[in-house]
């Protein structure tokens, strides 16, 4: 089986602080990491692999600047037998729908693959949208927010977490999932899996190598533009109780939780 | 654009059918789209796909639409993507809208992105504010990243529809009115209604977090607790204000109460009506996913915690003293008649 899982480096928000004047977050030079839900569906990936070694193989792929090969490095280091990099300058400023269509013509050209697996959504743009855009630009069918996966002859069984319960559907291969926490508990990187991952050769692709015109991708491939950007300050006036005043406070917030009607 | 107008532009919302029973986002997307519309000289739609309809169809003209396209299909059963994104697919590309608006639901979160993809155009997830633009009668889609600490305002200049889908509960649901409409049965194509998704079954219940993200009330608790039974004063507490019970990340990490529960961004993003943290220094990680309350209460006995900055009311103590207290007169509260 022919696995491609796709991953996003996302800033560690463990790491960010807040601007203590503007009540904004400061990102500047901060730490990245693999987006976390990506993780899982790694996980899910090598699980599979687990199961059936024979013959399985595990890809990963992610579109982003050149430093995003850390992040590739830190899944081949979990046991992903391969990394491939999208990176183009003219990819810059793709919004979901161009960032689709360059995973999309990266899996047709280094696939075929049975089972695609990507996070749910990512840290930072948190749309969630990629993962089905790529499947419909395969014309593949696809599930979302999968939080249990079996094999289930030619195709896979999943279990959807959604509102008010669990769905459980059956799609053939090929297809693509994207996945929830709930689905697993991503392992650490092994001594042996970080060596490898340091000697691996993780190869970029650009638009040219696959096979896509600079209209198709970056600013220009997009259908959506950024217009504005806005901080909203976080910080509130804040009425404070302290010692001595704690049941006046109380007080004051029972009566506010009247007047809001949740009482 | 401006040769385009002669006939009226299209609005359409997604409509989402559970059981027969039409969700209340339906009536608070028409009411935005009729709004949207009324500023660009524009009709409202709304489609709904289900099974059978429980409900009558009418009764969205009141909240502001002009038509409303009614699906109905065995297939549609239960949520099925594929289907759900072959007939909007066709429909929308029969009828050319300018705007095309759906709930940020998990189906919504789905199928519209699947949809955009196959329209050719852009998408912008959980939005919270939408306008046209008067100048150029193009649609603002703001939209929170990064928990609320960016907002975004994005537009679609030269793609058709614009799309968008909403948190629900994110627009006011409209004032009803006298306006009336036609209901409408359009024809689909029976092959769009095969799907190579199989639907297997449905088991109600929740994930175990009591969604959170539906609550009015949501009372967290971090390391301040002590303990992982100290989970328990925040369940009496939250049962008393019929709410949910959320964590920060660290108290998950520990095992103390599982993953559903978490609130940040590495969890579940809360907008509640009110949100009482206790015990939770404040992380930028889980200030970003319950900023955007309403009311936020915090307890804490470091006055200078980050949480008591994003907090409206500030109890700066031992919450083994203040949360009892609480409870107790909460409780006096509601025994009074």
């Known amino acids: ?263 | 654009m401006a040769d385009k107008r002669r006939s009226k532009e299209k609005f359409f919302v997604v409509g989402e059918v559970r059981r027969g029973r039409l969700a209340p986002l339906c009536r608070e997307l028409a009411g935005k789209a009729r709004q949207l519309a009324d500023s660009a000289g524009g009709e409202v739609t709304v489609i709904l796909l289900s099974d059978r309809l429980a409900e009558d169809p009418e009764t969205l003209f009141s909240s502001g639409a002009d038509r409303v396209m009614v699906v109905e299909h065995p297939s549609l059963a239960l949520y099925n993507q594929e289907i759900e994104t072959n007939v909007l697919a066709f429909l929308l590309k029969k009828e050319n809208p300018a705007v095309v608006l759906a709930g940020a639901t998990t189906s919504g979160r789905t199928t519209l992105p699947a949809l955009a993809a196959r329209l050719e155009t852009g998408l912008t997830a959980d939005c919270t504010g939408l306008e046209m633009e008067e100048e150029t009668g193009q649609l603002l889609q703001t939209r929170p990243a990064i928990g609320g600490n960016v907002m975004a305002t994005i537009r679609t200049p030269s793609h058709r529809p614009q799309m968008a889908t909403v948190r629900p509960r994110t627009f006011p649901l409209p004032p009803a009115s006298e306006r009336q409409g036609e209901v409408l049965f359009p024809w689909i194509p029976p092959s769009l209604f095969e799907s190579r998704v199989e639907n297997l079954g449905f088991e109600e219940g929740d994930e175990g977090g009591g969604n959170i993200q539906d609550m009015d009330v949501v009372v967290s608790g971090g390391k301040g607790l002590k303990r992982p039974d100290g989970f328990g004063m925040l369940r009496e507490l939250a049962a008393l204000l019929g709410g949910g019970v959320g964590a920060s990340r660290p108290v998950v990490d520990a095992k103390w109460i599982d993953y559903p529960h978490q609130v940040g961004l590495s969890g579940k993003v809360v907008a509640p009506k009110v949100y009482i943290a206790a015990g939770i220094s404040g992380s930028v990680q889980h200030m970003a996913g319950m900023q955007t309350a309403e009311f936020v209460a915090a307890i804490n006995r470091d006055p200078e915690a980050p949480i008591f900055r994003v907090a409206d009311l500030g109890l700066c103590g031992d919450l083994f003293e203040i949360l009892p207290r609480l409870i107790e007169r909460i409780r006096e509260e509601k025994r009074k008649p």
């Open chain 1, 1 to 263: 089986m022919k696995i491609a899982v796709l991953i996003k480096q996302v800033p560690d928000t463990d790491d960010v602080r807040m601007d203590a004047e503007k009540g904004t977050m400061v990102r500047e030079g901060k730490g990245a990491i693999v987006n976390p839900l990506d993780l899982n569906a790694l996980q899910a990936a090598l699980d599979l692999k687990e199961l059936l070694p024979e013959g399985t193989e595990v890809a990963v792929l992610s579109m982003g600047p050149p430093r995003a090969h850390e992040a590739l490095r830190e899944c081949l280091s979990m046991g992903a037998d391969r990394g491939i990099l999208l990176t183009d300058r003219l990819f810059a400023g793709s919004d979901t729908w161009a960032t689709g269509k360059v995973l999309a013509a990266a899996i047709e050209k280094e696939g075929p693959f049975d089972l695609i697996l990507a996070g749910e959504k990512a840290t930072d743009g948190e749309t969630g949208q990629v993962g089905p855009e790529v499947a419909a630009l395969l014309d593949i069918p696809f599930s979302t927010y999968v939080s249990g996966l079996t094999l289930a002859g030619g195709g896979v069984e999943v279990r959807r977490t959604v509102e008010g319960g669990v769905q459980r559907q059956r799609l053939p291969f090929p297809c693509l999932l994207t996945v929830l926490h709930a689905l697993n508990d991503p392992t650490m990187p092994t001594l042996r899996g970080k060596k490898r991952a340091r000697r691996a050769e993780i190869p970029s692709l650009g638009g040219a190598d696959l096979g896509l015109s600079p209209h198709e991708t970056g600013l220009e491939g997009s259908a959506t533009r950024v217009v504005k950007i806005g901080y909203p300050t976080l910080a509130r006036n804040t009425e404070m109780y302290g010692e001595g005043r704690l049941d006046e406070g109380i007080e004051r917030l029972v009566a506010i939780l009247r007047e809001r009607a949740v009482l």
